[in-house]
């Protein structure tokens, strides 16, 4: 069964304070892994796309990894203005326009 | 440019009625799914069009759901004789091709059955 897994399932950092968030994924024969955003009563948003081990994309104080088998979004001196929900998500090999989401990572920064 | 839009925003019905969810994708967009995400859980597949084929329906957990989309654009998600179990956040999302291309998310229509 395709399966994904964030941790920690709750972060709580200080201003200025960089950690990193896991992915682990199940799934053999990756073909994609995204990151999205997700803030309180909107849709998720869509961050990165990772295809291969060894991949690296950023976008501000955000980083996405990815190896064979888990991706790390690395948040550098992070700002209150980063506090969201983090998904991660991979196509399914039943079919890879449906994406199997891990329960995301709860980061929540303070000033 | 407009993303992907739903409508409405906040749905309280009775258990037993019948509710309709709305989306609309993104100009031009030849893939949609629809998704559910419930407190506390990942969301949760539902159903993909793609162009003018066959929908997946292989996550629709019950024959309650339905979906259609007409003219390859907007699509109506029905839920018949809602159970208090719907009650959840409808996601739609849409994207250009074929491949295992990111999604674009809709604000979503959170549904209370009451």
């Known amino acids: 069964e395709d399966q994904v897994t964030q941790s920690p399932e709750a972060l709580r950092l200080q201003e200025g304070e960089s950690s990193s968030l896991n992915c682990s994924y199940t799934?053999?024969?990756?073909?994609?892994l995204f990151w999205y955003r997700q803030d309180p009563g909107k849709g998720p948003e869509f961050l990165f796309t990772l295809y291969s081990a060894g991949e690296e994309k950023e976008k501000e104080r955000l980083k996405a990894t990815l190896t064979k088998k888990e991706s790390f979004l690395h948040i550098t001196a992070p700002k209150p203005e980063d506090s969201a929900t983090y998904l991660c998500?991979?196509?399914?090999?039943?079919?890879?326009?449906?994406?199997?989401f891990g329960t995301g990572t709860r980061l929540l920064v303070s000033p | 440019g407009a993303g992907v839009s739903q409508s409405p925003s906040n749905k309280v019905t009775e258990k037993g009625k019948d509710v309709e969810l709305r989306c609309d994708p993104i100009s031009g967009h030849t893939a949609l799914y629809w998704y559910r995400q419930s407190l506390g859980q990942g969301l949760e597949f539902l159903i993909y069009?793609?162009?003018?084929?066959?929908?997946?329906k292989s996550g629709l957990p019950s024959d309650r759901f339905s979906a259609e989309r007409t003219g390859g654009s907007v699509s109506t998600l029905t839920i018949q004789r809602t159970q208090q179990e719907d009650s959840a956040v409808y996601l739609c999302a849409s994207n250009g091709g074929a491949g295992p291309y990111e999604q674009y998310f809709g604000p979503g229509t959170r549904l209370t059955v009451t």
């Open positions: 998500a991979v196509p399914s090999r039943g079919g890879f326009q449906k994406l199997v």
């Open positions: 799934v053999s024969g990756l073909r994609g």
């Open positions: 069009f793609q162009g003018n084929s066959a929908p997946d």
